[in-house]
């Protein structure tokens, strides 16, 4: 069965192939009568190419995974600490009891504060 697929769709393709047209003219194109050639530039062709690539090319090293912790762990923890530090000035300029953020899950009757 999959190779009378794989007949079929070739000869699909290769009747699709047939109408286009060549791949030459796409590199002379017109747009509002100025002629705008595509000029490639070796340095974002370089690095197009290696983003292609990165799961081939990375490696862990001392400085990536200090990217990691820091961007993974210790920004998030920060912005939780400063949101929760705030909220708690809040609550207390308001007179109203702190509130659990994140580990709420204890009883009414169990809370100190």
């Known amino acids: 069965m999959s190779g009378a697929l ?11 192939g047939s ?6 003219s796409l590199g002379n194109q017109t747009r509002s009568g100025h002629d705008t050639a ?19 090319e990375f490696r862990w090293t001392s400085k990536t995974l200090r990217d990691v912790v820091v961007m993974a762990l210790l920004i998030p923890i ?19 009891p702190t509130r659990d953020f994140l ?3 204890a009883q009414a009757g169990e809370r100190s504060s």
């Open 6 to 16: 794989r007949r079929a769709s070739a000869s699909v393709l290769q009747r699709l």
């Open 19 to 24: 109408s286009r047209a060549p791949a030459t």
């Open 38 to 56: 595509v000029h490639n530039n070796k340095h974002i062709e370089q690095w197009l190419s290696r983003r292609e690539d990165i799961e081939r």
């Open 78 to 96: 920060a912005m939780y600490n400063g949101i929760t530090w705030s909220a708690h000035k809040d609550d207390e300029y308001a007179e109203r």
């Open 103 to 105: 580990w709420a899950h």
